[in-house]
């Protein structure tokens, strides 16, 4: 996986997340706190299984009510394993 695609599936997390208008305020920090932490990889890396655990965590969390969420944050998890982050 390259770091584009991570890029794009940033992109696609950020549009998804903006777009649900039924996410309740705990869930929205949470999701928004991981983005934060993805975005920094770049500039201070953070243990891989600290990360993708989260966004694991979050991807279980919306599985029922935002199933398309949890997709993306699935397979952002999933990027970040294979690029080793």
């Known amino acids: 996986m390259t770091n584009e695609k991570l890029q794009q599936l940033l992109k ?3 549009l998804e997340l903006g777009a ?3 996410l309740d305020p705990q ?3 949470l999701v928004e706190q991981v983005l934060r932490d993805v975005d ?3 500039q201070q890396p953070e243990p891989a299984a600290s990360v993708e655990a989260r966004l694991r965590e979050v ?3 919306f599985e029922s009510q935002h199933p398309r969420l949890a997709t993306t944050v699935g397979q952002l ?3 970040l ?3 080793g982050i």
Request: charged share 45%.
């Open 27 to 29: 869930s929205r920090r």
């Open 81 to 83: 394993g294979k690029l």
């Open 77 to 79: 998890a999933d990027a």
């Open 59 to 61: 991807m279980l969390r």
């Open 20 to 22: 649900t208008e039924t």
């Open 40 to 42: 920094r990889i770049d």
């Open 12 to 14: 696609e997390l950020h």
